[in-house]
Every structure is written in structure tokens, then in C-alpha cells.
């Protein structure tokens, strides 16, 4: 019997001990989630979400607010946000020989048409016709040959130059990140972007055969249940969103090389051409 008993005790004892453990490290738990450190990498192209339907509430002590840089917060919500599943800009066009006359200088002023196109997307100021699409063209191909020495064949950065030297327009920039998502996200908040392809890979029947080595183009739009991005391809007639499927865009898209004198097929670049805000 007096073993019954201290084997009840013991029990007993040892119970109430490991009930009062439970309950203290339920305390020290719940102290822990109430200290949330919310750590935004400086770099925000680190950040890689599966899931684009992401919200997080965090409580935040107020004495912390002021030591949080909330602008990469922002970022860091829009970054995830799900894009509309079709974006199309009316984009004013022109081709590149407006009265089709492919001979020089017409031939090789695709990046002038291009840059053309889009600037007068941004200014609003459209074409009144093709003898203002020519005098245009043509100003722009006097000015590279006074800046550059040349026109034709001109790399991406070069076709930036003219959007930020000729224009005087700084709200443009060069990104060698090109993926369906990207160009798409660009899109969406408004922009243009401009491509360098090269031409004989693109799925475009009109081209006279075989097609230029050398071409540019601006995207205007996306349509995601077709699976196309809309151009204005200035090197046809026509040319105002002519469409092309992601895969063919994304696989011809080709800088030019001033040292290769030629194409460069693993220099995937875009100009990003952006709307001012005033």
C-alpha cells in the first residue's frame, strides 16, 4: 500500500511538472511571434515568389515604423501583383519607307522608324501623313550622321542615344533582363519598348525573302490567352500591330555588334522607353 502511494505521488509530481512546462513555453513561444523582423533584400530582383497572389499584414511596433524604408515595401507588393491578361496601346505608325521606297536611306532606317513611332506615341502628336513621316525620318538620319558619323546598323544603346540626345527625352533606358514577364510588367505601367531582332527569324510572311539580317521594332501590347505581343513593325506597310507570338519574339530578339560586324544572337536587349511624368 505505501508503495501505491509514492508511485501515485511521484506521478503525480512529475504531471504537474510537465504541465507547468507546456504552459511556459506556450508563453515563450507566442513572445516570438510577436517579434517579427520583416527584412527587405537591397537588391528587390532577389526576390523570387512563386505564388503572385502574396499578401502579408505585419504588425509593427511603432517605435520600428521609422526605421523601414517603405518605398521598397511598395515596390515589393506591385512586383507581385497579378498583370492583366491583355494590354494593347494605340501606338501611331509609320513604315520606315512611308511612300515605299525601299531603296537608301529608307532600307536601313528601321531604328528610326522605331524611334520615331514611339516618340510620337509619347508626344501625342501622331502623323498628319507620310510627307511628315519622311521629314522626320530623314531629320533623325541627319542628326545620327552628324553625331555618329553614321546610321546605319545601330546597336541598342545607340538607338537609346537618339531617344535621350535627339529628343532630349531622359526617361528611357537599355535592360539586357529580357524575359516574356518583363516586357509584359513594362507594358503594364504604361511603357514602350523597343526590340533589336534579328529580321530573318522573325514570323513575319511580308518581308521580301529572305528578310533583313538586321531589324528593330516596338511592342505595343500582349495578349495572353493568344500568346502574342503587338508590334508596329515599321518594316512593312503594314505594320501597326502586326502580332508575334511570345516564343517567336523572345528567340529573335538580336543586338547589333560593332566588333562582329554583324548580329549578336546572345545579346538579348530591350529599350525601355518610359512616359514622362510631369
Partial sequence: MKYFIFTFLAISIFFLFFIFNIKDANKNINKRTNQINYVVPDNNENL???????????????KYKKDLDFSKIEHFEFENKVLPSEIHHDVPFTSQAPFRDWGMPYQEACEEAAVLITMRYFDNSGFKDKYDAREALLK????????????????????AKIIADFYNYKNVKVSYKITIEKIKKELAEGNLIII??????????????????????VIVGYNDKKEIFYTNDPGI??????????????????????????????????????????
Avoid at 142 to 149: A, I, V, Y
Avoid at 248 to 253: E, F, L, V
Avoid at 255 to 264: A, F
Fill in 48 to 62: 523570387n515568389i512563386e505564388n503572385k497572389n502574396i499578401k502579408i499584414s505585419v504588425n509593427i511596433d511603432e
Fill in 140 to 159: 533623325i538620319i541627319d542628326w545620327e550622321k552628324q553625331n555618329f558619323g553614321f546610321y546605319k546598323d545601330s546597336s541598342a544603346t545607340t538607338t
Fill in 237 to 278: 506597310m503594314s505594320g501597326k500591330d502586326f502580332k508575334y507570338s511570345y516564343e517567336n519574339i523572345i528567340k529573335s530578339i538580336a543586338d547589333w555588334s560593332y566588333e562582329k560586324k554583324t548580329i549578336d544572337k546572345n545579346r538579348k536587349v530591350m529599350i525601355i522607353v518610359k512616359k514622362n511624368d510631369f
Fill in 196 to 217: 533589336p531582332v534579328a529580321g530573318r527569324n522573325l514570323e513575319n510572311p511580308y518581308f521580301t525573302p529572305p528578310g533583313p539580317i538586321y531589324h528593330n521594332l
